[in-house]
């Protein structure tokens, strides 16, 4: 497909040793870039080493590209996308899935995580997992570094425009008419989230058929309360500074409060500042600050006047240690009210990593209904149906036994034949 693509693009040698992001040269915007169009591919590259999976097969061709994009306030910045071309891929089906990388750092990025596999980034493993599951369906994939390249976990603004930008660089490098589905989970769910939204204003030329959010956090104060002193505590620091990343006023509010603390990705983070109480004894009362309280405000999907215009399948475990499910609650009825076709699948299981497992399967068939036309099959524009797992989810165990015998074909198809 690649000889599609007739204008400029720069290619880089892929015998390059891998170098975290801060130091790898593609990562940078060439020179005069500002005067790009938005989602124009501006670099690729195939990686610098192979997509390291260690939970689930990659059957695919990787590539790396360079995209223009914006942030906020509407200056120029660039954004990786890793895209996954499977064997026998469907051109006309792209699935830009936005990993939950809940991180503030450049070199956490998914791009680089995919092939570095280190413990540091652990959870791009679980999301290789997922995507496996997508290229099993033949759909092409992409990952865009969602976040941007000042990690500002979680802004809505520049993560919707970075995603949005990456699928138009999609549709110029795979297929014109090409169909597009989301997936996130988590953060990854929260930047999802906000491309549904911005996507008729700001995108309208990309067919959209649909988005499915796990673990979604509306209310990012509740879930700064929520982890607080528990085992998720570091996502206080790495929320507190991916906010700072964009915004100088909320950078210098927190500092009223304390240092600003050491990054780290988002398992690192958990294991380092596991049990801290920050809103007690690093940052007290901080959850209570006027000028950041602004800012949690203005990137929580609560209270928004503006709401997805696509359909929406949102999957949830009943009891979560991170993101509270009554928040969810909250942003279904309110897009409900709003007229969003939504299917809310509530798991009455515990725990949030678990449920990025068990929601999954249900969110692919759920999307492959969507990229068929398929009508939903329930009454009004909404429902809401809660199960004992989600794997229980209408066609899931068969989907999982196909799935897991393409697995294996493929695992033992890359064993040394003697």
């Not at 915007?29 to 990686?47: A, Q």
């Amino acid at each position: 497909m690649l000889s599609l693509i007739i204008f400029s693009i720069v290619f880089t040698s892929s015998s390059l040793s891998l170098l975290p992001p801060h130091l790898d040269e593609f990562y940078k915007p060439p020179k005069n870039y500002n005067s790009t169009k938005v989602g124009e591919i501006l670099k690729v590259r195939p990686p610098p080493g192979p997509i390291r999976s260690y939970l689930a097969p990659i059957n695919a061709i990787a590539w790396q590209i360079l995209v223009r994009s914006e942030n906020s306030r509407g200056e120029p910045n660039v954004i990786v996308m890793t895209l996954l071309e499977p064997p026998d891929a469907n051109p006309k089906r792209i699935l830009s899935y936005q990993p939950f990388e809940n991180a503030a750092i450049l070199d956490c990025s998914p791009s680089y995580a995919l092939l570095s596999g280190s413990f540091d980034i652990f959870e791009t493993q679980c999301d290789l997992t997922f995507i496996s599951m997508a290229l099993s369906q033949n759909w092409i994939v992409i990952i865009p570094d969602h976040e941007g390249p000042n990690s500002v976990f979680p802004v809505a603004k520049e993560s919707a425009f970075a995603i949005l930008n990456c699928m138009r660089a999609a549709k110029t490098f795979i297929n014109e008419d090409a169909k597009f589905a989301l997936i996130g989970y988590s953060g990854g769910a929260h930047s999802s989230a906000w491309a549904t939204i911005y996507h008729e204003s700001y995108a309208p030329e990309l067919e959209l058929v649909g988005a499915a959010l796990g673990g979604l956090f509306p209310n990012i104060s509740a879930l700064l309360e929520n982890v607080n002193g528990g085992p998720y505590a570091g996502l206080i620091v790495n929320t507190l500074n991916g906010l700072s990343n964009e915004y100088p006023e909320f950078k210098n509010a927190l500092h009223k409060y304390g240092p600003t603390l050491k990054n780290y990705c988002l398992f690192s983070s958990a294991v380092h500042y596991f049990g801290t109480h920050f809103n007690e004894h690093i940052y007290k009362n901080f959850l209570y600050d006027e000028t950041m309280k602004k800012y949690y405000l203005k990137n929580d999907l609560l209270g928004q006047d503006k709401n997805p215009t696509v359909p929406i399948f949102i999957y949830h475990s009943k009891i979560n240690e991170i993101a509270p499910i009554d928040e969810t609650h909250k942003i279904i009825t309110q897009w409900c009210k709003a007229g969003v076709t939504l299917e809310f699948a509530e798991d009455a299981s515990y725990n949030h990593m678990v449920e990025a497992f068990s929601g999954i399967p249900a969110s692919i068939l759920w999307l492959n209904d969507r990229f068929n036309d398929e009508p939903t099959e329930f009454e009004g524009n909404c429902h809401w149906e809660k199960r004992v797992s989600n794997l229980l989810y209408p066609g899931v165990p068969n989907f999982l036994k196909e799935y897991l015998k393409i697995s294996a074909k493929q695992y033992l198809s890359q064993l040394p034949i003697r």
